[in-house]
């Protein structure tokens, strides 16, 4: 994917007043610039730690408990099924088909199963339940520190799309088992949030 950029047109400020949840996307599909600044914003590297013993850390755009990182990242669009690489900032493509109208079916309100089939990007965060138990033995503050992140990463990614005109709405009602199936991910990431991501449709 093109590199991130690290300044923008609009401010923190600006992003913040005008972000809103957006359920009627348009089906025009994002180009790869935005996909990967979308993408970095998530869960990007913003630097890498080199400490004298041991191996590098690549810190992400979001803060980590304990430096664990558990956050896996799906993204369904037009062309298949794709995981993101953030050390590499490359998509992985695990699917040439279009999973996008099957995962529709996962939400539980009919706007957001629209959202869902129409938008031309998707993203799912998921968890890595193995990873997220190195950050502490306790499983419930496991759950705690992992759902901690993946909001403050999700908030990254949506005042992004904000800045780029596009909208997003966070999906977090759905059927976790027809995710599963639909994008056949390992059992051991747990979905967390459904994101469908476009621009704004126009009302007549």
């Not at 993204?75 to 900032?89: E, I, Q, S, T």
């Not at 005109?165 to 995710?179: K, M, Q």
Request: proline share 7%; glycine share 4%.
């Amino acid at each position: 994917m093109p590199p991130p950029k690290t300044k923008g047109n609009m401010s923190i400020e600006e992003a913040l007043r005008l972000r809103r949840t957006v359920r009627t996307l348009s089906a025009k599909e994002i180009e790869w610039p935005a996909i990967s600044q979308l993408l970095w914003a998530l869960q990007g590297v913003t630097w890498v730690e080199e400490p004298p013993e041991g191996k590098n850390i690549y810190h992400r755009a979001a803060p980590s408990a304990g430096k664990t990182f558990p956050l896996e990242i799906y993204v369904a669009l037009k062309n298949g099924l794709f995981r993101y690489d953030p050390k590499k900032h490359v998509l992985r493509q695990l699917k040439v088909k279009d999973v996008r109208s099957e995962l529709s079916k996962a939400a539980s309100s009919q706007l957001n199963k629209e959202a869902v089939e129409k938008a031309p990007l998707t993203v799912v965060v998921t968890a890595d339940n193995k990873r997220a138990l190195k950050a502490t033995p306790l499983l419930e503050n496991a759950f705690r520190f992992v759902h901690l992140e993946a909001g403050h990463a999700a908030q990254n990614l949506i005042l992004q799309a904000t800045s780029l005109g596009l909208g997003a709405c966070t999906i977090t009602s759905y059927n976790t088992a027809i995710v599963y199936e639909a994008l056949e991910i390992p059992y051991e990431h747990r979905p967390i949030y459904l994101i469908p991501i476009g621009l704004p449709e126009k009302e007549n």
